[in-house]
């Protein structure tokens, strides 16, 4: 249910075309001013570091949006997991896709005909997010980026509300879908922990009115407030899905939040241990997954990372595991490259060609077959399917990689009816 436009620029041309002058950086919270996105984008420009930040003035927003959206060079794009994962279904010529996020005339004119729009969902202001770019050596004033990044920020109060859960789940009877994707629970971080627990209640009360029959898939982006991540596993979310997708920087949060396997590991080291990372996924699965005992639906989780992904599932709910997760590694590399296939010229391998299964309990060692690369192994009733990924080597776009990801990976996983 998070829907909006990407507005991706230069950020130096942006403030020029704005008439600011450049100036020292100074990082804060929240923008509420000109000046204060100035000298947020300098501070951050000078580390080379990405940030998000909240926009808090509307119509001062509203004015540098219009600028950013028609600035000559400016690209607009799709935005937001929900309305991506869509997008990225949509270029099946079989599927009818149904998106409820705020969806603005922008947005509407960039979505593809096999996505439906409910009149409910239609808005008449565009959510847009202003992806500022620098390269690396850029200049701003005194300021020089010691590498490439980007600065966003945005306005969004309709996704960090869920605004359109309800009408999402309304339309669900008429529309009768194969599979329901859920995304966009990261952005409730930006309201106060009141109404943030009032709406994540409200969120639970719909996603429970979805018929047991059809399967849930919750897509997980970034988050930073551990007691709401433990709010979502433990009590509340976790149990009424059939399965999530997420990525290794959510994994480990994840694992921190529910003091799950491993929740003493501060960040990962260059590329996220396997071992490591199927500790924590089997410990979802076993902790919060389904069970003879449980009444949870929990039985699919997709892991994924630069190097490789994984797919763990619950014996006896789930289907064609390889060609699945072999699709979302295809994915990854050709969408990186903007390649209609793998280009192999314009690829490299950087999964560890051999690893363990486990650094809790006495591991298997595996190694990888190029000629069969999908690698599978069982852990009490849980299996785990392996892959690298041909990383693309000079990535034209990586935003919505993970998007991508997730929704080629369902594409190609059959559901068992239970």
Sequence with gaps: VNACVDVVLSGVKLLEALGLEPGDGKNHAVLSSRQDLKEAFAHFMEKG??????????????????????????????????????????????LKILLCGPVG????????????????????????????????????????????????????????????LEVFVSSLDEFQPDLVVLSGLHMMEGQTKEMRHRRLLEAVASISDIPTDIPIHLELASMTDQDFMSNIIHQQVFPLVNSIGLNEQELLFLTQSASGPHASLVSWSGVPDVGIVSDILFWILKEHGKTAERASDLTRIHFHTLAYHILVTVDGHWGNQVAAVAAGARAAATQACATETVDTSKVF?????????SQ???PSKMSINPDEPVVHWHREGISFHFTPVLVCKDPVRTVGLGDAISAEGLLYSEVYPQ
């Design 360 to 362: 809790i309990e006495a």
């Design 105 to 164: 005339p922008k947005l509407h004119e960039l979505l593809d005909d096999n996505v439906v729009v409910p009149p409910e969902s239609m808005q008449e202001r565009d959510e847009f997010h202003l992806i500022l770019e620098y390269q690396a050596g850029e200049k701003w004033g005194q300021v020089t980026a010691p590498h490439a990044n980007r600065f966003i920020f945005s306005h969004d109060l309709s996704n960090g509300a869920l605004n359109m």
């Design 49 to 94: 570091a990405a940030a998000e930040r909240f926009f808090s003035d509307a119509e001062s927003f509203h004015r540098i949006a219009q600028t950013a959206s028609e600035y000559p060079g400016a690209q607009l794009y799709v935005g937001g997991n929900a309305a991506l994962i869509g997008q990225k279904l949509a270029t099946n010529p079989d």
């Design 349 to 357: 391998l950087k999964a560890p060609l051999e690893f363990v299964t």
